[in-house]
C-alpha cells in the first residue's frame, strides 16, 4: 500500500501496484491477484461504436487481463470478517478562505483573480485588434466601428450581466434592451448599450488566436480557446477546499449543437441529449466540484495510450484523482457501471482508496452466480480478498438483480424509512446499496444546482457556452465554500441572494468607473465647450457633419445622427466628436 503523502505520479503509480502484486500473491486463498501483473491482455471483441454512453463503457473491458483470476468464496449476513486498514485523515472543508463575515464578492475573487481577468482583458483587446486588422472595410452600419478597447472594471459589468442573465431569463439578449413599458429593465440599460454588450461578447477571448493552429490543420486542439479557463479552474477547486472521504465519479454534459468535433450525443440524458461531455469529480456530500476535463474522443486524446492498455472509464477515473492528488489518502469514490470493473477496483484499492459502485452483468470476473434468475428480495454475497461483490433484486418490475462492487462495505443489512403519500415504511436492504444510493449522485446534483441559475442561450462559438458554463461552476464552488466557512447557527444566504450580491457589487465597481469617466468628461465639456453633444427630441435626425458626405459630383455617403453639437447644432455622432470642429 502507498503512504499518504505527497504527490503521486504515474511512475509512483505503477510501483505501488507492482509492488502490491506480489504481496496479495503471498495472501491466504481468499487474496486475489492484480489485473496488471502482465501486460499481455486478451481483449473481448470490440462491439460497434455507436454514439451513446454504452459505446464508450466497452473499451474499459478491452484492458482486463484474463490474469486477474481467484475463487470468489460465497457468503451470507454476518459472516463477513473483513477489516480494512486504509485511513482517511485528511481535515476536510474550506482552505484559505476569508473571514466569516465576508461579503459575497470575497468569495467571488478567490476564484476570479485579478490574473484571469487580466488575461481576459488582454486577449479580449486583443483579438479585436487583429478583427479590424482582417477587415479593413466595415460596413457603415457595423458595431464594430464602434469597438473601445475594453477595461478590468468593464469586464466585471460584463460578467455581472451573463450572471444576472441566468438569474432573469429572457428569450433572446435584444430582448434585455427592450424600451416598451411592459418589457423595459432599466438595470440592463444602465450597465451597458445594447451594441457594446454584444460588442464584447463578440470579442471575447481567453488565448492568442495567433498561437493556435486552425481548424483542419496538424495541431488543432479544439479545446485550446477555453483550456486555460479549464486549467485555471482545476487549479482553485483543489487549493480552496479539502473534500470529504466520499467522492463521486460521473459525466456531465454541456448542451449545444454546435459544429465540433467535440459533439456527442447521448440519448439517456434528459436535460441535454445533444453536446459536450465533461468528466467530472465532485464532493458526494457537499456536491463540491473537485477536477473536470474535455472529453475529445478516443480517436483525439492525449490519453490514448493509457486507453488502449486499460480502458476508456479505468483511465478517466485514475486521471481525475491524479489530477486533485487524491490518491494514497483514503478516499472513497463512487461510481455507475460505466466505469466500474474488477481490475480497476483492485488498482484503487492498491493505491488506498477504496470504490463503490454498480457494475454490468457482462464485465469480466464476476461470480457465475450472477448470471442466475433471482427471486424478489433475494440477495447474494461474493468476497474475494478486499472486494465485496452483491446481487440484490428488490421489486418484482426489477427483471434483473443490480450487481454493485465495493471494496469499504461489508455483507450486512441496514434498514432506512421510505415516505410514500405521508406514510412511513421500513425498508431492510444491503448496506453496499444504500451507501451507493446516498453517494453516487454528487455530480448530478452539482449539474442540477448549476442549472437552476445558468443562462444556457445558444452561441455561434461553442466554447464560448463552455467558458460561460465554467464561469457558473466556479460561482456554485464559492456558495458552498460559502455555506462551508459558516459556524453552525449563522444565518445561511440562500444561492439566489448570494448571487445577487455578487452581481450587485460587480455592477456597482463597474457604474462607478463609468460614471467618472462621464464625470471628467463633463469637467472638459465645461473648460471646451465645442464638443457638447446633445440629442435631438423624438426621432428626429441629422446628417452627421463629420462622417456623412453630400456632393454633387462625388459619391453620396449619408450616416444620419440623433445627437447634435450643443454650439452650432449640426448633426454629430458620439464616435465623432473628436474630429468635430466646431464653426461657432
Known amino acids: 500500500m502507498c503512504e499518504m503523502a505527497g504527490i503521486v505520479d504515474d511512475?509512483?503509480?505503477?510501483?505501488?501496484?507492482?509492488?502490491?502484486?506480489s504481496d496479495?500473491?503471498?495472501?491466504?486463498?481468499?487474496?486475489?491477484?492484480?489485473?496488471?501483473?502482465?501486460?499481455?491482455?486478451?481483449?473481448?471483441?470490440?462491439?460497434k461504436v455507436t454514439v451513446h454512453r454504452d459505446s464508450a463503457s466497452s473499451a474499459s473491458d478491452e484492458s482486463e487481463s484474463?490474469?486477474?483470476?481467484?475463487?470468489?468464496?460465497?457468503?451470507?449476513?454476518?459472516?463477513?470478517?473483513?477489516?480494512?486498514?486504509?485511513?482517511?485523515?485528511?481535515?476536510?472543508?474550506?482552505?484559505?478562505?476569508?473571514?466569516?463575515?465576508?461579503?459575497?464578492?470575497?468569495?467571488?475573487?478567490?476564484?476570479?483573480?485579478?490574473?484571469?481577468?487580466?488575461?481576459?482583458?488582454?486577449?479580449?483587446?486583443?483579438?479585436?485588434?487583429?478583427?479590424?486588422?482582417?477587415?479593413?472595410?466595415?460596413s457603415?452600419?457595423?458595431?464594430?466601428?464602434?469597438?473601445?478597447?475594453?477595461?478590468?472594471?468593464?469586464?466585471?459589468?460584463?460578467?455581472?450581466?451573463?450572471?444576472?442573465?441566468?438569474?432573469?431569463?429572457?428569450?433572446?439578449?435584444?430582448?434585455?434592451?427592450?424600451?416598451?413599458?411592459?418589457?423595459?429593465?432599466?438595470?440592463?440599460?444602465?450597465?451597458?448599450?445594447?451594441?457594446?454588450?454584444?460588442?464584447?461578447?463578440?470579442?471575447?477571448?481567453?488565448?492568442?488566436?495567433?498561437?493556435?493552429?486552425?481548424?483542419?490543420?496538424?495541431?488543432?486542439?479544439?479545446?485550446?480557446?477555453?483550456?486555460?479557463?479549464?486549467?485555471?479552474?482545476?487549479?482553485?477547486?483543489?487549493?480552496?477546499?479539502?473534500?470529504?472521504?466520499?467522492?463521486?465519479?460521473?459525466?456531465?454534459?454541456v448542451g449545444t449543437k454546435n459544429h465540433t468535433q467535440l459533439l456527442q450525443y447521448l440519448p439517456n440524458k434528459h436535460h441535454h441529449r445533444w453536446g459536450i461531455k465533461l468528466w467530472m469529480l465532485c464532493d458526494a456530500v457537499t456536491n463540491y466540484c473537485l477536477a473536470f476535463f474535455v472529453y475529445q474522443g478516443a480517436k483525439r486524446t492525449e490519453d490514448k495510450d493509457a486507453i488502449q492498455k486499460y480502458g476508456?472509464?479505468?483511465?478517466?477515473?485514475?486521471?481525475l484523482l491524479k489530477m486533485g492528488n487524491y490518491i494514497c489518502k483514503g478516499y472513497h469514490v463512487f461510481m455507475d457501471n460505466f466505469f466500474m470493473s474488477v481490475p480497476l477496483a483492485e488498482d484503487l484499492y492498491k493505491l488506498s482508496t477504496y470504490v463503490t459502485g454498480t457494475i454490468r452483468r457482462n464485465r469480466k470476473f464476476l461470480p457465475q452466480a450472477f448470471q442466475n434468475k433471482f427471486e424478489v428480495g433475494e440477495k447474494k454475497y461474493f468476497r474475494k480478498g478486499p472486494i465485496l461483490a452483491a446481487a440484490f433484486r428488490e421489486k418484482k418490475s426489477q427483471r434483473l438483480p443490480v450487481l454493485l462492487l465495493s471494496t469499504h462495505s461489508k455483507a450486512e443489512d441496514t434498514q432506512s424509512v421510505r415516505v410514500r403519500h405521508g406514510k412511513q415504511k421500513?425498508?431492510?436492504?444491503?448496506?453496499?446499496?444504500?451507501?451507493?444510493?446516498?453517494?453516487?449522485?454528487?455530480?448530478?446534483?452539482?449539474?442540477?444546482?448549476?442549472?437552476?441559475?445558468?443562462?444556457?442561450?445558444?452561441?455561434?462559438?461553442?466554447?464560448?457556452?463552455?467558458?460561460?458554463?465554467?464561469?457558473?461552476?466556479?460561482?456554485?464552488?464559492s456558495y458552498i465554500i460559502y455555506k462551508q466557512n459558516l459556524s453552525a447557527g449563522c444565518n445561511t444566504m440562500s444561492r439566489l441572494d448570494y448571487t445577487i450580491k455578487i452581481v450587485d457589487a460587480l455592477s456597482k465597481e463597474w457604474l462607478e468607473e463609468k460614471n467618472s469617466e462621464v464625470g471628467i468628461l463633463g469637467t472638459n465639456n465645461v473648460e471646451n465647450d465645442t464638443k457638447l453633444i446633445?440629442?435631438?427630441?423624438?426621432?428626429?435626425?441629422?446628417?452627421?457633419?463629420?462622417?456623412?458626405?453630400?456632393?454633387?459630383?462625388?459619391?453620396?455617403?449619408?450616416?444620419?445622427?440623433?445627437?447634435?453639437?450643443?454650439?452650432?447644432?449640426?448633426?454629430?455622432?458620439?464616435?465623432?466628436?473628436?474630429?468635430?470642429?466646431?464653426?461657432?
Open 24 to 47: 496479495w500473491a503471498s495472501e491466504s486463498d481468499d487474496s486475489f491477484q492484480t489485473s496488471l501483473e502482465s501486460d499481455s491482455s486478451v481483449p473481448d471483441k470490440k462491439p
Open 534 to 584: 446633445r440629442k435631438l427630441p423624438a426621432k428626429k435626425e441629422k446628417d452627421c457633419c463629420v462622417c456623412s458626405k453630400r456632393t454633387k459630383n462625388g459619391p453620396v455617403k449619408r450616416r444620419r445622427s440623433r445627437t447634435v453639437c450643443v454650439k452650432c447644432e449640426k448633426g454629430l455622432h458620439g464616435e465623432c466628436f473628436p474630429k468635430h470642429k466646431c464653426s461657432k
Open 426 to 477: 421500513h425498508v431492510i436492504k444491503p448496506s453496499i446499496v444504500q451507501s451507493y444510493n446516498d453517494f453516487m449522485g454528487g455530480v448530478d446534483a452539482s449539474d442540477a444546482m448549476l442549472y437552476s441559475y445558468l443562462d444556457e442561450r445558444r452561441t455561434v462559438k461553442y466554447w464560448k457556452k463552455i467558458a460561460f458554463n465554467i464561469f457558473s461552476r466556479m460561482i456554485l464552488n
Open 140 to 253: 457603415p452600419h457595423s458595431r464594430a466601428r464602434k469597438w473601445k478597447d475594453l477595461t478590468l472594471a468593464e469586464l466585471k459589468g460584463f460578467i455581472a450581466c451573463i450572471l444576472n442573465m441566468g438569474l432573469e431569463r429572457r428569450p433572446t439578449i435584444a430582448s434585455y434592451w427592450y424600451t416598451t413599458a411592459s418589457q423595459y429593465c432599466p438595470w440592463f440599460h444602465d450597465m451597458f448599450p445594447r451594441d457594446r454588450f454584444q460588442l464584447i461578447l463578440k470579442f471575447f477571448h481567453m488565448v492568442d488566436n495567433k498561437n493556435l493552429a486552425a481548424s483542419g490543420e496538424q495541431g488543432y486542439d479544439p479545446c485550446a480557446k477555453f483550456q486555460p479557463l479549464v486549467d485555471h479552474a482545476n487549479t482553485v477547486f483543489r487549493h480552496y477546499y479539502t473534500p470529504h472521504q466520499q467522492l463521486s465519479v460521473d459525466e456531465s454534459l
Open 312 to 319: 476508456l472509464a479505468h483511465t478517466v477515473v485514475m486521471k
Open 66 to 138: 484474463d490474469t486477474a483470476s481467484g475463487d470468489w468464496k460465497e457468503i451470507t449476513d454476518g459472516d463477513d470478517t473483513m477489516t480494512h486498514n486504509l485511513k482517511y485523515s485528511e481535515l476536510q472543508g474550506p482552505k484559505h478562505a476569508p473571514p466569516q463575515g465576508a461579503s459575497p464578492l470575497s468569495y467571488f475573487y478567490m476564484f476570479f483573480t485579478v490574473q484571469l481577468l487580466q488575461e481576459i482583458v488582454v486577449q479580449t483587446n486583443n483579438y479585436a485588434r487583429q478583427f479590424h486588422l482582417n477587415h479593413m472595410v466595415l
Open 11 to 21: 511512475e509512483e503509480i505503477a510501483r505501488i501496484i507492482a509492488e502490491s502484486d
